[in-house]
């Protein structure tokens, strides 16, 4: 049977895994098993998918990023290059912790910056967006622009990545899109 998806020779892909259709791994790669990975991904070079990581679709990853056990992206996620992920609080190497591993979830249309480092159990938001080289170091809400060390919200972002101005409450983006903020809320109307 053969593949609908692709894998550059140099890369890995241990069984059971499961890739959807039109998605791209590219040089020196490593994809983990028991991996979920959506339609129409791309991979990029030297990236590590650590066992049971699940990927929506349309998922973009740039080289460097390791994706460890526990992270969840949902679709149209972009990790940024060198991005890091952690998976445990207290690391200790001659202590096995796998049993504590945190979960972490990406939410719908993220974008997480190059160099930025994410501590395990905090969750991003739909459509937020994290500046390069930040650390995250609890819940980013949706559509929040978050920046530094710790990342601290600094805006909000809309839907296509523009920095939203609210007056009043409301903003319009120049692509069109509508937002309410309520109490630090923000919604698309």
């Known amino acids: 049977m053969e593949k609908d998806y692709f894998v550059h020779e140099s890369s890995y892909v241990d069984e059971p895994c499961k890739i959807g259709k039109g998605t791209k791994i590219w040089h020196f790669s490593h994809i983990m098993q028991d991996c979920i990975i959506g339609e129409n991904c791309n991979i990029g070079q030297n990236v590590v ?3 049971k990581v699940v990927l929506g679709n349309n998922v973009k990853i740039q080289n460097n990023v390791s994706v460890y ?55 991003i938001g ?7 080289g930040s650390v995250v170091t609890k819940d ?9 060390n710790p990342a601290r919200v600094s805006g909000y972002v809309c839907n296509c990545g523009e920095k939203l101005n609210f007056e009043n409450g409301q903003a319009v983006c120049k692509c069109g ?13």
């Open 49 to 51: 998918i650590s066992p």
């Open 69 to 123: 056990t526990g992270v969840k992206c949902e679709d149209d996620v972009f990790l940024g290059p060198s991005c890091v992920f952690t998976n445990v609080i207290n690391p200790r190497s001659h202590v096995s912790r796998k049993s504590e591993y945190r979960e972490t979830i990406l939410g719908k249309g993220c974008s997480i910056g190059a160099n930025s480092t994410i501590v395990c159990g905090h969750n």
């Open 126 to 132: 739909k459509y937020a967006l994290v500046g390069a």
């Open 140 to 148: 980013v809400p949706d559509y929040a622009l978050v920046k530094g």
């Open 177 to 189: 899109r509508k937002y309410i903020n309520k109490n630090d809320k923000i919604e698309e109307i």
